[in-house]
């Protein structure tokens, strides 16, 4: 066996929050999110393609966190983080009409050279989020 073992994708990430309840009211009401694990600690979002988006309180994974057979490392972040979701090229206008309805500030938009175009916005805790079209990277 030679080589690097295969990947199929990145399933899930993590942003760090103040008021957890405020993040999952905002992500579920923005993106349609459905929560399927909440406690004082975090909260599992479903993402589309078999994602998950987890949102932790500040300093709740400070510490390694028990487990059934072991523990699960420390781990945060600290600062604005940024996260892009992707969307398909014809939900772009949709995309901004609905940032505006739910009173969310476009930041920026960017046209990429390879075609894709980026929306930028804030959480509110401060996150970049991004919605990006096709044509962002060579590989998507």
């Not at 992500?27 to 078999?50: I, Q, S, W």
Request: hydrophobic letters at 35%.
């Amino acid at each position: 066996m030679t080589g690097v073992p295969r990947i199929s994708g990145v399933l899930e990430t993590s942003l760090y929050v103040e008021d957890l309840e405020r993040s999952r009211a905002f992500y579920t009401r923005l993106f349609g999110f459905k929560p399927f694990f909440c406690d004082d600690r975090m909260c599992a979002m479903e993402v589309p393609n078999e994602q998950v988006l987890l949102l932790f309180r500040h300093g709740m994974t400070d510490e390694p966190a028990p487990a059934p057979d072991g523990f699960i490392p420390p781990h945060h972040g600290r600062g604005a983080l940024h996260l892009c979701f992707a969307i398909p090229y014809g939900e772009l206008p949709r995309w901004e009409a609905h940032l505006q309805a739910q009173d969310v500030p476009l930041e920026s938009k960017l046209s990429w050279p390879q075609g894709g175009v980026s929306l930028y916005f804030r959480d509110p805790d401060g996150h970049s989020l991004e919605v990006a079209t096709p044509g962002l990277w060579p590989n998507r």
